[in-house]
């Protein structure tokens, strides 16, 4: 595709389900990023892929946070056990070497 | 760790008027520095970057200016519009063997018609 894709763009799920969330991200980008974004708050890091190498897992908040990305390319984000307080925007960008990283749209979770 | 502290969180300014956001990071070998616009509702989007072989980048009525001695750099919006009314982050690289991308806190801009 022409940009950074996440599913689902919106996801609703009870407290203590576990869920993922896709990100595809744009063809031949090296770097994939998550992020977290709470109602009217910051960009906080959770993980960072580049290429080949170990992920980058310094910002994710728990154990309950996973992700993986498969071939280089697709990513997925898991949470476990969701808690209401893991609602949040998450964010997905990509980038090549040393240029511009590129969002996808975003996935809404709301836990209830 | 890496860190960006952005300030100021909030700014609200003239229709006309200037506005400068600053941020400062930690990382010393930090050396590319973007600034991202975040509409309400939208994606960040990339309006400059500057890299640390540059101190000062121009594009229309938006700048960036840096100073790596003092790990500092800013964003300059002249002129400003309703239009500019946004979120805007800044963030910094390192681009060695980790290019993690690091964001500031954000700052909400609010330009007053």
């Known amino acids: 595709g022409a940009g950074v894709s996440q599913s689902p763009s919106n996801k609703v799920t009870e407290k203590g389900k576990d869920v993922e969330l896709r990100c595809d991200p744009i063809s031949g980008h090296t770097a994939l990023y998550w992020y977290r974004q709470s109602l009217g708050q910051g960009l906080e890091f959770l993980i960072y892929f580049q290429g080949n190498s170990a992920p980058d897992k310094s910002g994710l908040p728990s154990d309950r946070f996973s992700a993986e990305r498969t071939g280089g390319s697709v990513s997925t984000l898991t949470i476990q056990r969701t808690q209401q307080e893991d609602s949040a925007v998450y964010l997905c960008?990509?980038?090549?070497?040393?240029?511009?990283?590129?969002f996808g749209q975003g996935t809404r979770l709301t836990v209830v | 760790g890496e860190n960006v502290e952005q300030h100021p969180s909030t700014l609200s300014v003239q229709e006309g008027d200037s506005a400068v956001i600053k941020c400062t990071y930690s990382?010393?070998?930090?050396?590319?520095f973007p600034w991202y616009k975040q509409e309400l509702g939208k994606r960040p989007q990339l309006i400059i970057d500057i890299r640390s072989n540059v101190g000062e980048k121009k594009d229309q009525r938006i700048a960036v200016t840096l100073n790596k001695t003092a790990k500092h750099f800013s964003l300059h919006i002249t002129e400003t519009q309703p239009e500019d009314s946004a979120v805007y982050f800044c963030?910094?690289?390192?681009?060695?063997?980790?290019?993690?991308?690091?964001f500031g806190s954000g700052t909400r801009l609010l330009v007053r018609p």
């Open positions: 960008a990509s980038s090549l070497w040393d240029v511009e990283a590129f």
């Open positions: 963030a910094s690289r390192r681009e060695d063997s980790s290019y993690k991308l690091i």
């Open positions: 990382d010393s070998a930090s050396n590319y």
